[in-house]
């Protein structure tokens, strides 16, 4: 086995993992909060990224362009949750689940008549598009170090705001005992609309993130909405602490396996037949580890304190 | 009397659908048998799924699963059958035996373990079992991965009936359709439909007076799965095709808004809401009109997608909404 | 009364309105392409050939006025199936051309050759329909999707490349592409990457063993918007240094303009490019920039020959389309002048054609395009042509 490449590998899933994080965590706040299920968060992330090419073919500067991006998706968020979510927080899964369906097929759309349909790129600032030895012999891009880099900056900020602020308590509360905070009075409406706005703004900075090497186009956000789903759900919902473990252990499971598996099969069987098993294994890794956690642990890996109904 | 309007619609559209292929005849034009085929197959699907979402409120979001199910017993026989000249693997009777068994051992495994969970995690554990399954057909080589199969002969049910003539094809639908919908009548209407329904809305209640919910959602579950899998099987023979994205997740959803879009817990509103689904697709996208060099039916998805919200928030049986007269509510 | 009306419209709207009946002095052509979602660029591309191609031809074929409908698959199998339904049993098409994937190809095509009307690929190339399940209604106006890499191979062989390091998606056409180089390339693989389809998009744990496997050069397939993403992070990966890269359909004169200057130089095989040197190509390339602004792309080419191709059957049989049999000779004749010089049909009724390689580089206006550097095959031939048993 070659432990450099293994070492690689590890930073390559926590660079998947910590952006899946940043998508999760704004979907599991919504959902143990408000309990809604927001299937539209990747559209957010797809505006996260689209702003931010925008912005920068403006001003010429990704770090600019970065800064100009978080209150807008904000305010897109805001905007989003005051004419359509708000009214189904009251109403079952299945209607959120569809509304927020019809919204993917209108952002899509209405995405593709500003843009058009070719996507858009982002190009990097210079000292972002180098790459550094941190492990000998092995360049890394800098800008993957930067995303692991920004994406643990905000998990500790994260906790932070959870742990020790007036609204992290109130999102506690909210997690396990909705109708708690109603009845400390405080404006719940306002409150719902405020970590909505976050969850967006996250989800923004995760596009924003991933735009300079993913490519910025329509549907980028339901492919990797799924992950994040499937990130939510093993980690437990309304769970921070869940959604961030569960996001590595999804990011490093993706990425090591999808590289060694071919290698682990050929053990086993024939080498053509590895090789194109393994990517349809490596495919079904994360919903069979989604369905053995779920199997085992019907609530997820950490579900909120007093969610055990 | 109120239920009576209700009927005669109902009625009326049965009558319709019994016509369609002299209908399409006297147009002309068989492309709309091929069509309102295509919409009963996936309607008998969503009445299947309405006994899980409808009645039990098991939010299940990989039924697509099942169709693929079938239409892959279809395909793989008629592969073997043209490919190595394995005759008997294309005998009607065969394949949908295989196909009723498969489903059903296939349901009976993914329910067995999803129905430990509640909620978003049952609608993500279903999902991730169709997820499996999609990626399954992806990578078996044998059968053309995500190219899928072309099948060269239908089903060969012994001279019963010829599936290769449309009409017949139609009418075994036709009559399917009308099967599942009395089986979900009379299922909806027992004993076993009344504590399906009672664990929707009271799952402790049902326990306390002696119900496992446990063993009924179960059998709710499998009994699903196995239409969903007849409903593959005649997609197979329908469209003389298989591939993986019948399987995929997005389909499951087409399903589900389907119910939604029909009315919830209404006997006929999957009926409905697959007409309704698949039409809108078609006259939407077909809008012959330009808007500034863009044509509005390229871009129809700007329009489905909000009045989607908007069946959701203000619409709330769908079409049901629309109809006079009370639908069957529970 | 109203709500009445509502839902006896939705039972009307099933039988639809009937069809006038095919108005004789008509050629009608449906086009099926993919022109919603984030795959609808390429629909474009090829849309605006095809309109080209109708005003080239002043609107008509001999002497009849031309008529082409549009329909969007919307990149899945089943929604191209009944596009094509309604097509042929519908709009009565004489001719359905168009098709980008495979995938949707495969169950498209029994709806239109076993109602009697001919399908034209513009596009996809899947070996079934090249070799055992070849059909004499089926023609294409593209190539056979081992071909491309084919060539490639051969190119690595000149070029010395001892060592081979291939990634492609895992789908049909992913698998093609790598059965093709691996037919023509004599030295080593030295790894595979079939990477997941169409979700994956990040390649850095590929590229990561690409590195650490220090080939003499890397082999990639990833069409539409995965090359663009691909050629993205091979260029932040630092490895051009090290591994030179080998493509086939990955950069194409859609995603030339995103990613030109990362693609610059690039080396890549293909049947034709925008400065191949006949006066059709030339006619083609010049008044479809005047008219769109940017290079057609390779899928715009073949949508265009395919055009032309129909054209010259319509030309032959005098307009006269009740005569199949002699339709589908005027077809596999193809006496018309194509883009890439003169055409000939294979037994299998898939071109056989040059090809060549062709790089990266920026036209006199700062524009980026591809030239051609050599050529790799003459009359190249695809090996699934004596799987199929006609003549």
């Given at each position: ?309 | ?47 299947s799924l309405n006994l899980l979402i409808?009645y039990g409120g098991m939010?299940s ?46 349901a009976?495994?993914?329910g067995?373990?999803?129905l ?71 299922l909806v209407?027992?004993?076993f439909g009344?504590v399906i329904r009672?664990t929707k ?12 919910p446990y063993k009924y959602r179960l059998t709710a579950f499998v009994i699903a799965g196995?239409i ?103 | ?391």
């Open positions: 086995m070659n432990w450099l490449l293994l070492l690689e590998q590890v930073l390559n899933g926590f660079q998947l993992g910590l952006l899946l994080f940043l998508l999760a965590a704004g979907l599991t706040l919504v959902f143990g909060i408000m309990d809604m299920v927001n299937l539209a968060h990747g559209s957010l992330y797809m505006m996260g990224a689209y702003f931010c090419a925008t912005f920068t073919n403006w001003t010429g500067s990704f770090l600019i362009a970065a800064i100009l991006t978080l209150p807008a998706v904000f305010l897109v968020g805001v905007v989003v949750e005051i004419v359509a979510l708000r009214n189904l927080y009251a109403r079952d899964h299945l209607d959120q689940v569809l509304a927020t369906f019809g919204l993917i097929l209108f952002f899509n759309e209405l995405t593709r008549l500003i843009w058009g349909p070719i996507g858009l790129s982002i190009p990097l600032p210079e000292f972002l598009s180098t790459t550094v030895e941190i492990i000998p012999g092995v360049p890394y891009p800098t800008f993957r170090l930067a995303i692991i880099l920004v994406g643990f900056l905000v998990a500790a900020l994260l906790y932070f705001i959870v742990s020790r602020t007036r609204l992290g308590m109130l999102v506690r509360a909210g997690a396990s005992n909705r109708d708690m905070i109603g009845a400390l009075g405080i404006n719940i409406r306002l409150l719902f609309t405020l970590v909505f706005g976050l969850g967006a703004a996250l989800a923004g900075l995760a596009g924003l993130m991933a735009g300079p090497i993913l490519s910025v186009e329509i549907g980028m956000g339901e492919s990797i909405l799924i992950l994040t789903l499937v990130v939510i759900v093993i980690g437990g919902i309304g769970s921070i602490k869940g959604a961030f473990i569960a996001a590595i252990i999804i990011g490093l499971i993706d990425t090591v396996g999808r590289s060694f598996l071919p290698e682990i099969l050929k053990l086993f069987i024939a080498e053509d037949s590895a090789a194109t098993a393994a990517p349809a294994i490596s495919s079904m890794m994360i919903y069979l580890l989604m369905a053995l956690v779920l199997a085992i642990k019907p609530q997820g890996l950490f579900p909120p304190k007093g969610v055990g109904r | 009397m109120t239920l009576s309007i209700r009927f005669f619609i109902n009625a009326a559209l049965l009558i319709i659908l019994a016509l369609v292929p002299f209908l399409t005849d006297w147009a002309g034009d068989s492309f709309y048998t091929g069509l309102v085929s295509r919409i009963l197959i996936l309607a008998i699907a969503a009445l409808g939010v979001f990989g039924h697509a699963a099942y169709i693929g199910v079938g239409a892959y017993v279809v395909g793989i026989g008629a592969f073997h059958a043209f490919e190595d000249g394995i005759d008997w693997m294309l005998n009607g009777y065969f394949q949908l035996f295989t196909t009723l068994a498969v489903s059903a051992v296939i009976l495994i993914i067995a373990i999803s430990r969970t509640r909620g978003v995690y049952f609608i993500m554990i279903t999902m991730a079992f169709s997820q499996m399954l999609y990626f399954t057909a992806v990578g078996v080589e044998t059968y053309g991965a995500d190219d899928g199969l072309t099948i060269y002969s239908r089903s060969d049910m012994m001279g019963l009936i010829d599936l290769n003539d449309e009409k017949s094809l139609y009418y075994l639908i036709f009559v399917s359709l009308l099967a599942v919908l009395y089986l979900m009548h009379r209407g027992s004993q009344n009672g809305s009271n799952e402790a209640r049902m326990r306390a007076i002696g119900y496992s196995i969903a899998g007849y409903a593959g099987f005649l997609m197979a023979n329908l469209s003389d095709f298989v591939s993986p994205d019948m399987m995929h997740w997005t389909r499951s959803g087409d399903l589900i808004i389907m119910i939604v879009l029909g009315g919830i817990a209404n006997l006929f509103g999957p009926l409905y809401g697959a007409v309704v689904f698949l039409m809108l697709g078609e006259l939407l996208s077909s809008i012959p009109l330009t808007i500034g060099g863009l044509s509005v039916g390229e871009y129809w998805q700007l329009i489905f997608g909000p009045l989607l919200i908007f069946i959701v928030l203000y619409a709330r049986n769908g079409i049901d909404s629309f109809l006079p007269g009370k639908g069957r509510r529970t | 009364m109203n709500r009445k009306l509502i839902s006896l419209v939705s039972a009307v709207a099933l039988l639809g309105v009937p069809v006038m009946a095919n108005a004789a002095d008509n050629v009608k052509i449906g086009f099926v392409t993919t022109l919603s979602t984030g795959a609808g660029a390429i629909g474009k591309d090829m849309r605006e050939a095809v309109d080209l191609a109708v005003e080239h031809l002043g609107g008509k074929m001999a002497g009849k006025p031309v008529e082409i409908i549009y329909e969007d698959d919307e990149f899945k199998p089943e929604i191209g199936k009944q596009k094509t339904d309604k097509l042929v049993k519908k709009d009565k098409v004489d001719f359905v051309a168009g098709f980008i994937w495979s995938h949707v190809l495969m169950a498209s095509y029994k709806s239109a050759v076993d109602n009697g009307t001919f399908l034209i690929s513009s596009n996809a190339g899947p070996s079934a329909l090249a070799g055992k399940l070849c059909n004499e209604d089926f023609f294409s106006t593209s190539w056979q999707n081992d071909q491309t890499p084919m060539a490639m191979g051969e190119v690595l062989n000149q070029r010395g490349i001892k060592k081979l390091y291939i990634m492609a998606p895992n789908y049909a056409a992913g698998k093609n592409m790598v059965t093709g180089v691996e037919r023509t390339f004599k030295g080593e693989i030295v790894g595979k990457d079939m990477t997941k389809f169409p979700d994956q998009l990040d390649f850095s744990a590929e590229l990561a063993k690409v590195r650490a496997a220090k080939p003499d050069a890397l082999f990639v397939f990833y069409p539409g918007k995965h090359g663009a993403q691909f050629m993205t992070q091979y260029a932040q990966a630092d490895l051009a240094s090290t591994v030179p890269l080998y493509t086939t359909f990955t950069i194409d004169s859609i995603s030339l303009p995103r990613i030109g200057e990362q693609a610059e130089g690039s080396l890549m095989t293909m049947f034709w490019s925008p400065d191949l040197d006949n006066p059709t190509n030339k006619k083609f390339v010049a008044d479809f920039k005047a008219k769109y602004g940017h290079y057609p792309s390779h899928y715009a080419a073949q949508s265009y020959d395919s055009i032309m191709l129909i054209d010259s059957a319509v030309e032959k049989v005098k307009g006269d389309l009740s005569n199949h049999d002699a339709v589908r000779a005027a077809l596999k004749e193809a006496d018309f002048k194509s883009i890439r010089g003169d055409f000939k049909f294979g037994n299998n009724h898939v071109p056989i054609q040059n090809f060549y390689l062709r790089q990266v580089v920026k036209d006199a206006d700062g524009q980026y395009t591809t030239k051609i550097v050599s050529t790799v095959y003459e009359n190249h031939q695809d090996p699934y042509a004596q799987e199929c048993k006609m003549k």
